[in-house]
């Protein structure tokens, strides 16, 4: 009997794992940015936009990996447009999460957050986010590490085997999966670090 259930237990949870495949449908993001105060548009502002999944893996281990990162800049009229994208997922793979980050020198860094597909965060459409100009004593350190922190999502460690080694190949092939696009916001974002550091050494 114990063997009956155990072959069932079995049969279920593989017909479970190799479900046909299916599509998540990631909407593409429009938006204006604008200065909180003044209200006129924010030209030039970076928009880094990425797109996450959730992996299953056997036996109890989940985790999450990058799908796609997309970087943007806003127009004369504090306009964005980032295309939105379907990606094929397999066995034991879910629509993850989608992270928006705004960022303009001068202005604190706008992050919104949609979790799993939760729609009420972050607005497919006519999205409008206000910028706040840096107060005057702003520690320009801990805006920094909140702008690292906010890209974490962007690497993307799915070349690591169980074991935790890489391969050469897979590393490469990972390397060039989101990472330009969080190296370019933060080659804009540089100038905090830089502002903080010189903070202290008056």
Sequence with gaps: MLNKIGCYLMFALVAIGYRDASAAIYPALTGTVI???????????SVLVYWTKSVLRPPIEAG??????????????????????????????????TVLIVYQPGYCVQIEQEYRGDSKVIIKEGNLIKLERIPPDFDHGKHYEEIEDALRGVDDYSYMLPDGSVTWNSAKNSALNGQPEKQELLRRAYWEEERSRRKYER
């Design 35 to 45: 200065d909180a105060a003044t209200g006129k548009p924010v030209q030039g502002a």
């Design 64 to 97: 999450s990996e990058l799908v796609k990162a997309r970087l943007a800049e806003t127009d004369h009229d504090g306009r964005y447009h980032i295309d939105g994208i379907i990606k094929l997922l397999g066995a034991f793979e879910f629509k993850g999460d």
